[in-house]
């Protein structure tokens, strides 16, 4: 369930671990801001009652005894509660930070003892049972009872004289300003948008290298990758170079062996040909002139095969359908059978040469193994587009072939005898040529057996 949720490409992964990251930290800093801000708010709130107490005082210090009790009377106030007793409310020396504070207020007095407690009482609900707004904000949905802060201290005035204070300290809710939030996102987002782009250019050579592969193994076509990006891929780039060099000198190499090979072997072919014309006519002389004529057949055929290897057109835009009319035509003029079904215009980037010699060789192997039970060929080819794909179905009404040998057929040199063998059999390679061609055009050949009897090409091609 989690690997659904996550995304599939790696920018995506990379990009969501980071985001996750930057959230995580801006959780952190924003709540300890909350909690500090919080915390000096509520310094401000004592600091204020301390004032309030160091100027009662210094008013006290400075006026007859007589008015004392008026005076404390007049500086009492809502949640701030005095009085004027022979002992101490708080009997130990509690917040000596507050009690220094207190003292630093009156330095010209002679405050001998302060004693100075905090204790966090609970807020009396209201009259109606309903909690307090200030406690819904600050509270919602966590269903937990707020606390205010109680400060409560006594201050040695005379021998016989104590201050006593109490103020409850309302324990203000650090909002964050709207201000501090669109910040926050803004800050965010840029960070994000920083993140996407760094991510992306330092997998961009991945990507590079992705793509090459793909055309090296449907096209064939070896081009070195710049050799730039992030340190840990370069190594992964300089290794992929240096074997689509090998692989291009191997396959060089190979097509050339071939090449030369069957050219050389012609010489000789056709000197043993020459000399078998002189020998006297008879059984003899015919089985010897077919062999050589096999021979000289599969030496064309490993030309072709190799020359597929070794040359390499430009691709140009090519109207399909007009070729394939122009070929049926010309296997019309044959005496064959073909049949065309197809659109009035299909225009598909292409290798000509190669596309028409793949054509050529279906149809070529459909007319030597594709004869029905009267011995004749019929051929049918239908063109049509699927999606962004050319595709072309060549079919015949032979006997068709086992299909436990459509893995076999498209391999050189690979004659299925016992199928579709015939006295002018070619040597094997018609489909392993044609294939390669289709592969090379980054498309695919299937094969398949017709229900009313036959066998069935179908070639699938991009338009781009």
């Given at each position: ?7 599939s ?16 930290v ?7 801001y ?9 310094f ?5 009652t ?15 005894i ?11 106030g809502r949640?701030f509660?005095?009085s ?62 707020r606390?205010?802060?109680k ?16 103020s ?32 992306k ?35 992964a ?11 291009a ?26 000399r ?18 096999q021979?000289?057949k599969?030496?064309?055929a ?13 691709k140009?835009?090519?109207?399909v ?31 000509p ?13 459909s ?15 239908d ?74 090409v ?5 338009r781009?």
């Amino acid at each position: 369930m989690i690997n659904k949720l996550l995304p599939s490409s790696l920018v995506g992964q990379i990009s969501l671990i980071m985001l996750l990251g930057v959230l995580l930290v801006l959780s952190v800093s924003l709540q300890l801001y909350s909690q500090d801000r919080q915390r000096a708010l509520n310094f401000v709130s004592s600091d204020s009652t301390l004032e309030r107490v160091s100027s009662l005082i210094t008013i006290l210090n400075n006026t007859p005894i007589a008015l004392h009790k008026e005076i404390i009377s007049a500086s009492q106030g809502r949640g701030f509660y005095l009085s004027l007793d022979t002992k101490a409310v708080v009997l130990e020396q509690g917040e000596q930070t507050l009690s220094n504070k207190l003292k630093a207020l009156n330095p010209d007095s002679t405050i001998e003892d302060v004693r100075i407690v905090t204790a966090q009482i609970k807020r009396p609900p209201r009259k109606n049972g309903k909690p307090h707004p200030h406690d819904e904000r600050r509270l919602e949905k966590k269903k937990k009872q707020r606390y205010n802060i109680k400060l409560t201290g006594s201050v040695l005035l005379s021998e016989q004289h104590w201050l006593n204070f109490s103020s409850a300290i309302d324990e203000q809710v650090a909002h964050l300003p709207l201000k501090t939030v669109l910040w926050v996102v803004l800050f965010t987002l840029l960070i994000l948008l920083l993140m996407a782009w760094t991510v992306k250019r330092a997998l961009k050579p991945i990507e590079t290298l992705a793509k090459v592969a793909k055309k090296v193994g449907s096209e064939r076509d070896f081009k070195n990758i710049n050799e730039t990006g992030p340190s840990e891929v370069i190594p992964a780039i300089i290794a992929f170079n240096q074997m689509q060099e090998n692989l291009a000198s191997f396959i060089d190499d190979r097509s050339k062996m071939l090449a030369a090979i069957s050219h050389d072997l012609r010489t000789p072919i056709t000197s043993l040909r020459l000399r078998l014309e002189f020998i006297e006519p008879g059984e003899d002389q015919k089985r010897m002139l077919e062999t050589v004529h096999q021979m000289e057949k599969m030496l064309k055929a490993t030309l072709d095969f190799a020359k597929d290897d070794a040359h390499k057109e430009v691709k140009q835009e090519l109207e399909v359908v007009s070729l394939l009319t122009t070929i049926c035509d010309e296997y019309r003029d044959q005496g064959i059978d073909i049949q065309l079904s197809s659109a009035d215009r299909l225009i598909v980037r292409l290798w000509p040469i190669a596309f028409r010699r793949v054509i050529e060789n279906l149809i070529n192997n459909s007319v030597a193994y594709g004869q029905n039970e009267d011995g004749k060929v019929c051929i049918s080819i239908d063109v049509h587009l699927e999606a962004e794909n050319l595709v072309i179905a060549i079919s015949d009404t032979g006997q068709g072939v086992e299909e436990s040998f459509f893995s076999e057929i498209i391999k050189p040199f690979v004659r299925l005898d016992k199928a579709r063998d015939t006295e002018d059999s070619s040597v094997g390679l018609g489909l392993a040529i044609s294939h390669g061609i289709v592969h090379a055009h980054a498309g695919e050949m299937l094969f398949s057996n017709l229900a009313s009897g036959g066998f069935r090409v179908q070639i699938s091609l991009p338009r781009n």
